[in-house]
C-alpha cells in the first residue's frame, strides 16, 4: 500500500521539487524548438530543409504536447503573413485588439483553424502521408491525453501540473505574447509595412521568436537575430543540426553593405537594387528624417502658443511613418489635417510615399527605376531640409 501511494506522489521518477522545474522547462522547450524551427523556419517559410528523421520527430512531439496540425498552423501563419494588420489577419491586435490576441490568441487560431478556404489556400506543401492523415490530424486529442498519462506516470499527481503547464505554454508564448506583444510593444530594426517589434533583443525563452519585427522584414530567412546584439537560439540549433547533416538552410536575410561615405554621390544598378533589397532598412532610416521635421514643426508651434495643433500633430507622430493604406479613414484625415499645418513635415512625409512607390512598382524597368530614383534624390538635395539631404545622399552607400 505504502509502494503504490508512494508511486501516485513521485511517479517512477519520484524528483525533487527543482528538478521537477527543470524537466518542466526542459520538456517545454522541446517544444519551443519544434515551433520555431519545424513549424515556422522550416514548414510554413521554407527557409530551412530539417532531415526525415527530425523533421517526423518534431512533428510527433507537437502531437504530444500541444495537439496541433501542421497543416491548419502553417496556413494560419502564411495568411498572416499575407494579411498583416488588415482585414483577415487572423490574430493581429490591429483587427481584434491587444486584449484580445494577448489572452484568447488560442481561441483566435481555432477558430481560424476552422477555416476550409484558409487551409486550401496557404496549407499547401505541408505533410500528408499516411500517418498524418490517419492519426495526428485525425486524433490530435489523442496525443494531448498521451502525454497526460505519461506525466502522470512519470511525475506521480504534480505530473498533472507539468502537463497542465505544457498544454498552456504555446497559448500563452506563441499565441498571446508572439502574435499579441509582438505587434504592440518593442524597437523595430525595419520600418516594415506592419506593427511587428522585437520583443527582446535576446531570444532565449522562445527560441527567437521574440525578435519578430527582423523576421517581417525578411519572412523566409532561417536567422532571426540581425544586429550584433541579437541572439537568437534557435539559429544556434540550426546550426548544431547542420554542422550533424541533420538540416540544410535554404535562405538567409541579405547581408547589408555600405560603400565609403567618399563614394556616395554615384547612384548605379548596384545602388538601386541595395536599396530595394534592403528597402525596410532604408525605411527605418528615413524615420529619423520624419522625427527630425516632426521635432522641428513641434518647437516652432510650442513658440506661437499653439496647443491645439501641436496636440494634433503630436498625435499623429506614429501613423506619420506608417503608409496610407495601412491607417483607418479616422486616422488618415487626422494626419492629412497635421500635414496642412506643417508644410516642411509634409514634403518629408510626401517623399517618404513616393520612394515606398518606387520600389513597389512591378511593371516599371531597371532603367526607369534608376532614373525615378535619381531624380527623387535630386528634388531631396533641393529640398532645403537638411536631415533629407543628408539622408539622399547616404542612399548612395547602398550595394546590392
Request: hydrophobic letters at 45%; glycine letters at 8%; proline letters at 3%.
Amino acid at each position: 500500500m505504502n509502494t503504490w501511494l508512494s508511486f501516485l506522489h513521485g511517479g517512477m521518477l519520484d524528483l525533487g521539487p527543482w528538478a521537477l522545474v527543470g524537466v518542466t522547462l526542459a520538456l517545454t522547450h522541446v517544444t519551443i524548438a519544434a515551433v520555431t524551427l519545424y513549424l515556422h523556419r522550416s514548414q510554413a517559410h521554407r527557409g530551412l530543409d530539417l532531415h526525415p528523421a527530425v523533421a517526423h520527430f518534431f512533428r510527433f512531439w507537437l502531437w504530444l504536447t500541444t495537439g496541433m496540425v501542421t497543416r491548419e498552423w502553417v496556413a494560419i501563419h502564411r495568411k498572416h503573413h499575407a494579411k498583416c494588420e488588415r482585414e483577415g489577419d487572423p490574430h493581429s491586435p490591429a483587427v481584434f485588439g491587444l486584449a484580445q490576441v494577448f489572452f484568447r490568441g488560442a481561441e483566435l487560431y481555432r477558430d481560424e483553424a476552422k477555416n476550409a478556404e484558409t487551409l486550401a489556400r496557404y496549407g499547401h506543401g505541408t505533410p500528408d502521408d499516411w500517418i498524418e492523415r490517419h492519426l495526428y490530424s485525425r486524433h490530435n486529442l489523442l496525443g494531448v491525453s498521451l502525454m497526460l498519462i505519461l506525466d502522470l506516470a512519470l511525475f506521480g499527481v504534480v505530473g498533472l501540473t507539468i502537463w497542465a503547464v505544457q498544454m498552456a505554454w504555446i497559448p500563452f508564448w506563441a499565441a498571446g505574447v508572439v502574435n499579441g506583444l509582438g505587434h504592440a510593444w518593442g524597437y523595430r530594426n525595419f520600418a516594415c509595412p506592419d506593427d511587428s517589434t522585437n520583443v527582446v533583443p535576446w531570444g532565449l525563452l522562445i527560441g527567437g521568436e521574440e525578435l519578430h519585427n527582423n523576421h517581417h522584414a525578411y519572412g523566409t530567412s532561417a536567422k532571426f537575430s540581425s544586429r550584433w546584439y541579437e541572439f537568437d537560439l534557435g539559429w544556434a540549433y540550426i546550426r548544431i543540426l547542420q554542422a550533424l547533416g541533420l538540416a540544410q538552410v535554404r535562405r538567409v536575410a541579405p547581408r547589408l553593405r555600405l560603400r565609403a561615405p567618399d563614394a556616395a554621390d554615384t547612384l548605379g544598378q548596384d545602388q538601386l537594387q541595395g536599396i530595394i533589397v534592403h528597402r525596410y532598412e532604408v525605411l527605418a532610416r528615413y524615420s529619423g528624417v520624419v522625427k527630425a521635421a516632426l521635432a522641428h514643426e513641434l518647437e516652432a508651434l510650442k513658440q506661437r502658443h499653439r496647443r491645439g495643433e501641436w496636440q494634433l500633430l503630436r498625435r499623429c507622430r506614429k501613423w506619420l511613418v506608417r503608409d496610407a493604406a495601412a491607417l483607418a479613414p479616422r486616422e488618415q484625415a487626422q494626419v492629412e489635417r497635421a500635414l496642412s499645418l506643417a508644410p516642411a513635415l509634409s514634403t518629408v512625409v510626401q517623399m517618404r510615399r513616393e520612394l515606398t512607390a518606387l520600389w513597389e512598382s512591378s511593371s516599371a524597368s531597371s532603367e526607369q527605376l534608376l532614373a525615378d530614383l535619381r531624380a527623387w534624390c535630386l528634388r531631396a538635395r533641393a529640398s532645403g531640409i537638411d536631415a533629407l539631404e543628408q539622408f539622399a545622399l547616404q542612399l548612395g552607400r547602398y550595394a546590392a
